[in-house]
Nanobody
Framework: QVQLAESGGGLVQTGGSLTLSCAAS????????MDWYRQAPGKERELVAS???????NYADSVKGRFTISRDNAKNTLYLQMSSLKPEDTAVYYC???????????WGQGTQVTFSS
């Protein structure tokens, strides 16, 4: 059974940094493509960053140059390093995996990133 558990969200200020983690069980992340999505209040869930099976990365224009997706194969964990944070980055961030065998989608429970004034 695939399970994804995000952590690392919290309160941040403009220009701050935060690293989100996604611990995976039931799959080995290294040979799989995985993504980070986010959903802001009143908005649709959007793709933020992806890492392919080969390790190539892709980012939404809104976060390019500020966010970095990576994985630690030994820990079977996906990361999203976020820097130069802006109020518009406020959202619930989700880890996502789509099985290349069944095409089933798996999501974590999400971790909240909120700006403090």
């Amino acid at each position: 059974q695939v399970q994804l558990a995000e952590s690392g969200g919290g309160l941040v200020q403009t220009g701050g940094s935060l690293t989100l983690s996604c611990a995976a069980s039931g799959i080995i992340i290294s040979p799989n493509a995985m993504d980070w999505y986010r959903q802001a209040p009143g908005k649709e869930r959007e793709l933020v960053a992806s890492i392919t099976r080969a390790g190539s990365t892709n980012y939404a224009d809104s976060v390019k140059g500020r966010f970095t997706i990576s994985r630690d194969n030994a820990k079977n964990t996906l990361y999203l390093q976020m820097s130069s944070l802006k109020p518009e980055d406020t959202a619930v961030y989700y880890c996502h995996y789509r099985s290349r065998y069944s095409s089933a989608d798996y999501w974590g429970q999400g971790t909240q990133v909120t700006f403090s004034s």
